[in-house]
């Protein structure tokens, strides 16, 4: 079945059979066994919770709502300290981020020491839109003391986005993330959120799960070189396995997207 754009086409219940035949239809590889981690169900959400932890998936991918940060509008009246959960959707927890997005008019930017002329500059109010730059805590402490600046560097602690320098004034910030897979009540009945390019990887993942649990080692060791079956996916450097693939090593949309375009490189350093 053909899909729209990012959209899941398919249900766990879906990809049960697909998992026992990767176990040669054993009959205790079943949705009725008394345990619920015994089930296929149960090894395809943990398989779908590890792959789509690391891995972007356009199916995941969203925008949280635009928040405004500024002087006393963090954590307890902090000035650079901020909820993670403030920028994501109600719900949702994040795997993988982008860069948060910090909108400015022409002069702000001008005051921030941002070449203006090689921002995308919007015609509605002349507000460009920075990418933010992540820095370690260690290396963002120097700023977060800092009042009055125009925070462009940002890092994580905890449940918090720390911004540095200070905000002097309140500023439009947006985070373009991933979510994680969540899973129903009723797991038979919930959307497998990757391509369907990725649902032979998903199931044998699955059933590599379910033969170590059924004490069928053999057969697992056989499915994991099974799932890493293109020899092009073993890094020489590190010797490990770096993209599942039986015969091509899966690649992902965003891969797809930019194999024909330019690419821009934006050389930099920082002492931590």
């Known amino acids: 079945m053909l899909s729209t754009p990012a ?3 398919c249900t766990i219940a879906g990809l049960i059979n697909k998992v ?24 395809l959400q943990d398989a779908l919770r590890e792959i789509t932890s690391d891995n972007p998936f356009e199916e995941l991918r969203v925008t949280g709502p635009v928040q405004t ?29 982008e860069d948060p997005v910090i909108f400015l008019t022409a002069n702000q930017a001008a ?8 921002m995308n500059t919007s015609n509605a109010g002349n507000v460009v839109a920075y990418g933010m730059d992540y820095l370690t805590p260690k290396a963002i402490q120097s700023l977060l003391f800092i009042p009055g600046g125009v925070p462009f560097k940002y890092t994580r602690y905890g449940s918090q986005y720390w911004f540095g320098p200070q905000p002097g004034q309140p500023y439009n910030v947006y985070l373009p993330y991933q979510r ?16 369907q390019d990725w649902f032979e990887i998903v199931c044998i993942a699955a059933a590599e799960r379910g033969a170590t649990v059924l004490r069928w080692n053999d057969h697992a060791a056989y499915l994991h070189n099974l799932l890493y079956g293109d020899p092009k996916t073993l890094d020489p450097n590190t010797g490990k396995y770096a993209r ?24 930099g350093a920082q002492r931590y």
């Open 180 to 195: 994680r897979h969540t899973f129903n009540p009723d797991i038979l009945t919930t959307p497998v959120c990757v391509p």
């Open 7 to 9: 959209a899941s086409t």
């Open 20 to 43: 026992r035949a990767y176990l040669q239809n054993r009959s205790d590889a079943s949705e009725s066994a008394a345990n619920p981690s015994m089930r296929p169900s149960a090894w």
């Open 111 to 118: 005051v921030g020491m941002i070449p203006v002329q090689t």
């Open 244 to 267: 599942p693939g039986l015969i091509e090593a899966r690649i992902l949309q965003q891969e797809r997207d930019r194999r024909i375009s330019t690419i821009q490189i934006m050389p």
């Open 69 to 97: 940060i500024g002087p006393g509008l963090g954590f307890q009246g902090s000035n650079y300290a901020y909820p993670v959960s403030m920028f994501i959707a109600d719900g949702d927890d994040v795997t993988v981020t």
